[in-house]
């Protein structure tokens, strides 16, 4: 059974970092794009880093010099590195892959079928 599981969510105060992992199970990480995306209360879902299956990167303006996505291909695990976090980045954080193979990687929402449960991330000031 295809699954996606997130790890490493919690609390931290602002300036802190973390990592988030994500755990895949009945595919490979490799041959898809992969992203991450949060979402706030009373916001939209938003993505915040996607990786396209032979490893090109794509980020929104407001992280690109602060969070880094990669990954394991040998564990099958997803991470998204964040630094120098600051209350806006306060959500629930979510690791998903993208519908089908190949094509475009991006960090539309739509595009992606298969989603995990959620971390929360909650940055104090």
């Known amino acids: 059974q295809e699954q996606l599981v997130e790890s490493g969510g919690g609390s931290v105060q602002t300036g802190g970092s973390l990592t988030l992992s994500c755990a895949a199970f009945g595919f490979e990480v490799r041959d898809y794009c992969m992203g991450w995306f949060r979402q706030a209360p009373g916001k939209e879902r938003e993505g915040v880093a996607v990786i396209a299956d032979h490893g090109t990167t794509s980020y929104p303006g407001s992280v690109s010099d602060r969070f880094y996505i990669s990954k394991d291909s040998a564990k099958n695990i997803l991470y998204l590195r964040m630094n120098d976090l600051n209350p806006d980045d306060t959500a629930m954080y979510y690791c998903?892959?993208?519908?089908?193979?190949?094509?475009?990687?991006?960090?539309?929402?739509?595009?992606?079928?298969?989603w995990g449960l959620g971390t929360q991330v909650t940055v104090s000031a």
């Open positions: 998903a892959r993208k519908r089908k193979t190949g094509g475009a990687c991006s960090r539309g929402a739509s595009l992606f079928a298969l």
